[in-house]
């Protein structure tokens, strides 16, 4: 049978979207599936391949917030969005949903992020407790740019030179609370430039995923690390050494949005970044996070 033939029948299938040499590989495409109405064996399968490939994307979808939230619910209790860069809270929206856009009604941004770039990230990991999974809805899509990339923390790891993969096991990192991914200052926080001082969580560097067992890098964001018990020169070297090499294209798989595209990722084993794009196009994306625990060490 085609997977066209497959579609149509409504069968779900899982087709990986990213052939990594020595694991099942960052990203695949579910197809067959309407979000609105799956069953229990369905999501057997989505959360299967979800462990498996750690970004899962769904295209044509049609979901309204409730839907959204009702499939993301799926995964475990939701965590509340995070407040916005204007400190802003719309009523109107539920308040698991965080709306990502650029678009500016009435003198006030709808969303948070921007039109910039969105730079390499976990979602929350600044929390003690940073949700496990994210799902990010595509509802307006701008003509060019605004992709999303994800990195394969597990290739990372497996991947960094013998002496540094040592010298990993064993630290910890501060996870940065006062910038978001597009660099704005989050509400009440007064930035210091030290990332000493500034708000934020350790976590272990090296931590064994939960569900896969496997073990992965853990990094959370750039700016603003810093590395426990280390000098901050030593800190800002190594942490420069450690993200040149979970970075690199080898572990990067891209997504170019269409319209009704949901892309469900683990933010466990993933961090993801975003393209700029054109400020004078519109970008409006509905983002869900669902409750997690940070990651063990490993
Ligand atoms: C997010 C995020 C990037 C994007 O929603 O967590 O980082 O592509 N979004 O909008
Ligand atoms: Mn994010």
Request: negative net charge.
């Amino acid at each position: 049978m085609s997977s066209q033939t497959a579609d149509v029948l409504g069968s779900i299938r899982v087709r990986p979207l990213h052939a990594a040499p020595a694991s099942p590989g960052l990203g695949a495409e579910i197809t067959g599936v309407d979000l609105r109405a799956i069953d229990d064996t369905d999501f057997a399968t989505i959360h299967r391949a979800w462990v498996d490939h750690q970004v899962l994307l769904f295209r044509g979808q049609s979901l309204s917030d409730p839907d959204l939230a009702a499939f993301s619910r799926r995964f475990g209790d939701l965590d509340h969005a995070p407040i916005q860069e204007n400190g802003q809270t719309i009523a109107s929206f539920m308040p698991e949903i965080y709306v990502v856009s650029n678009v500016i009604e009435n003198g006030v941004a709808i969303g948070s992020l921007g039109y910039g770039e969105a730079v390499w990230h976990t979602d929350m990991s600044y929390l003690r407790s940073p949700p496990k999974a994210s799902m990010l809805y595509a509802l307006e899509i701008p003509p060019t740019g605004g992709d999303t990339s994800f990195v394969d923390m597990y290739e990372a790891f497996e991947a960094l030179p013998p002496s540094l993969r040592d010298r990993a096991l064993g630290l910890r990192v501060k996870h940065d609370g006062t910038y978001n991914s597009g660099g704005y200052v989050r509400q009440g926080v007064t930035p210091t430039d030290d990332p000493r001082d500034a708000p934020g969580t350790m976590h272990p560097l090296v931590c064994t995923h939960p569900d896969s067992g496997r073990r992965m890098l853990y990094l959370g964001r750039r700016r603003m690390a810093w590395l426990e018990g280390f000098g901050l020169a030593e800190s800002e070297a190594l942490l420069d050494e450690i993200w040149a090499h979970a970075t690199r294209k080898q572990f990067v798989w891209t997504h170019e949005w269409r319209v009704g595209d949901l892309v469900l990722w683990d933010n466990r084993c993933t961090m993801h970044r975003r393209d700029p794009f054109d400020e004078k196009t519109r970008r409006v994306m509905h983002r869900t996070q669902v409750k997690g625990a940070a990651p063990p060490a490993a």
